[in-house]
């Protein structure tokens, strides 16, 4: 496969290149909208999350909402005990290196901290990202 001037990969006829298996933790953590700045600023500050020549890597979706009704016990930031609130939430995901201090200082560090929910949600899933040149992470 080779890419053409637009970036578009399509079959090279004198040869292959070679492709390089990236083992990577996908992080994804759905942030109130008014939040997402603090959240970002937190991880950003525990870790720039450099990846070649770049870094503070993430992407965010639109806005969509979360629901949640806290049960007795708990201590909301936001509702009431036993009735179900609905507010603006947006995904906020990046990639980093299968690295598990890594990963726990970020959630630990920079997660935890900053998001203003008692229990944020946080996803990981381990993914590999396919690249015809693995030192550009």
Known sequence: LRRDRTGR??????GAI???RV?????????PSA?????????LA????????YEHGMWWSAPGFEQFRPRVGASPVQGEVGRT???????????LPRDP???????EQGIVPHHPWQ?????????ELLLADARLL
């Open 35 to 43: 939040a997402l700045g603090a959240v970002k600023q937190g991880i």
């Open 46 to 53: 525990v870790d720039a999350l450099a990846a070649g020549d």
């Open 119 to 127: 229990v944020p949600v946080v996803q990981v899933e381990e993914i």
């Open 18 to 20: 070679g492709v390089n």
């Open 101 to 107: 201090q890594r990963l726990q200082r970020i959630f």
């Open 85 to 95: 609130e609905v507010v603006d939430s947006v995904r906020l995901e990046f990639c």
């Open 9 to 14: 990969l399509f079959p090279h006829a004198a």
């Open 23 to 31: 083992a990577l933790y996908r992080m994804v953590v759905f942030v």
